[in-house]
């Protein structure tokens, strides 16, 4: 039963991390939100989900390239909710460029968001979730966890360092009620690639639906995008109790992409 835990998902004003909050909630767990984004439309997407399931939803603004911040949003969620059970490390940005060309800053950045800042957050939610022996603790990783593309340097690396993190707090927390576990999408369908779609066609001369097929999906065997409802209920089973024997895995949800 997740009916009254308290949740952490971090970049979930967007995409895949909204839909997260989003499927925890209607399943009763209180939900702390955390992103950028327009104010009043993050307000509006908080209010709606407490009105809309009944639960409590919280905000934090934290940029969570700074490790400070993600521990501090940890906190605020403990102190605001009085427990953070269920931690998912979502907030992610990509940057695509040769290596000998890629931006020190971008992978500066890419490195603090997608990798560090899940150590940060999972560091100081773990002594809570130690002590209450139950936690849940999911990562969005990527299939670029498992396999490369080029010009994601960064992102590829981040990514399968994820991979390791999950790992190793999986067996330093085993025998604490505790499960670590990352999730592998291909692609999803968010705002973030939709937006991609109609200047992709232009540079490419391609219709739209065209894009689609041979550019995104064009390594994504069922030629469909992954939706963020199938991902946000990956997320929650990871996080039930009949998933208790579900740790330091890496849960693939890509279309076959990586079995080729
Ligand atoms: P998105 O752009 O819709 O969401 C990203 C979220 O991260 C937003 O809420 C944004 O505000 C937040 N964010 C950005 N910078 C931040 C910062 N400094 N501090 C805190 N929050 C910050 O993207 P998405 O597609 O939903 O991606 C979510 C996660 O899923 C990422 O880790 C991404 O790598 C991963 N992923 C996405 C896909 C895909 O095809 N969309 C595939 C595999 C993995």
Redesign the pocket.
């Known amino acids: 039963m997740l009916k009254g835990k308290n949740a952490v998902v971090?970049?979930?004003?967007?995409?895949?991390?909204l839909a997260y909050a989003r499927a925890l909630a209607a399943e009763g767990v209180n939900v702390t939100l955390?992103?950028?984004?327009d104010a009043a439309a993050i307000e509006k997407e908080r209010a709606g989900i407490e009105s809309e399931f009944g639960v409590k939803a919280i905000y934090s603004g934290?940029?969570?390239?700074k490790g400070s911040e993600c521990a501090a949003l940890v906190k605020f969620a403990e102190d605001t909710l009085g427990s953070v059970d269920i931690l998912i490390n979502?907030?992610?940005?990509?940057h695509v460029s040769p290596i000998e060309e890629f931006p020190d800053d971008k992978w500066d950045l890419i490195i603090a968001?997608?990798l560090s800042a899940a150590f940060h957050a999972i560091k100081a939610a773990v002594p809570g979730m130690k002590a209450r022996k139950w936690g849940r603790i999911i990562n969005?990783a990527?299939?670029h966890a498992l396999v490369a593309s080029p010009f994601k340097s960064a992102y590829v690396s981040a990514k399968h360092g994820i991979a390791g993190l999950t790992k190793t707090v999986a067996l330093e927390t085993a025998t604490f009620g505790i499960t670590c576990n990352a999730i592998c999408?291909?692609?999803?369908w968010?705002?973030?690639?939709e937006k991609q779609i109609p200047d992709t066609a232009k540079a490419r001369g391609m219709t739209e639906e065209q894009v689609k097929r041979d550019v995104l999906l064009a390594a994504q065997p069922t030629k469909e995008f992954v939706t963020v409802e199938e991902v946000a209920a990956l997320a929650v089973f990871l996080a039930s109790d009949a998933a208790r024997s579900i740790t330091g895995s890496l849960q693939q949800i890509d279309g076959g992409w990586v079995a080729e």
């Not at 999408?185 to 999803?188: A, D, K, L, Q, R």
């Open positions: 971090t970049g979930s004003t967007s995409g895949i991390g955390n992103g950028f984004g934290a940029d969570l390239t979502n907030a992610g940005v990509q968001l997608n969005t990527s299939a999408p291909g692609y999803v968010t705002p973030l690639v």
